[in-house]
């Protein structure tokens, strides 16, 4: 996962024709230390997705305006607009993460 370091960074990345998948996050968070344990499976199974992190504390004003009030959150977008969003108390599991995935791009 590519690291997004300020807000023009991102709102170009989120601009994409393409969909793009970020992980917003913090370094304090247990649950975000724990996601990054099973994540990389689920990275790979969707492999023909750009996935970013954004560091909540870093960049708040982004997470603010994204609706972010837990992490780990995943938002997906596609042309600047926010497609879905897996809220952190859904996103425990790999089995939500998938879930949510599978549903967003079916």
Not at 15 to 22: A, F, G, K, R, T
Request: hydrophobic share 40%.
């Amino acid at each position: 996962m590519e690291k997004i370091n300020s807000t023009s960074n991102f709102d170009s990345t989120i601009n994409s024709d393409q969909p793009v998948i970020v992980k917003f996050e913090a370094g304090w968070c247990p649950d975000c230390k724990a996601m990054d344990m099973w994540i990389d499976p689920i990275v790979e199974k969707y492999n023909n997705y750009n996935w970013y992190t954004v560091n909540r504390d870093e960049l708040e004003d982004v997470a603010a305006n994204n609706d972010v009030m837990g992490i780990p959150s995943l938002l997906v977008f596609k042309n600047g607009e926010k497609l879905a969003h897996l809220h952190s108390a859904n996103a425990k599991s790999p089995e939500q993460v998938e879930s949510f995935l599978a549903e967003t791009f079916q």
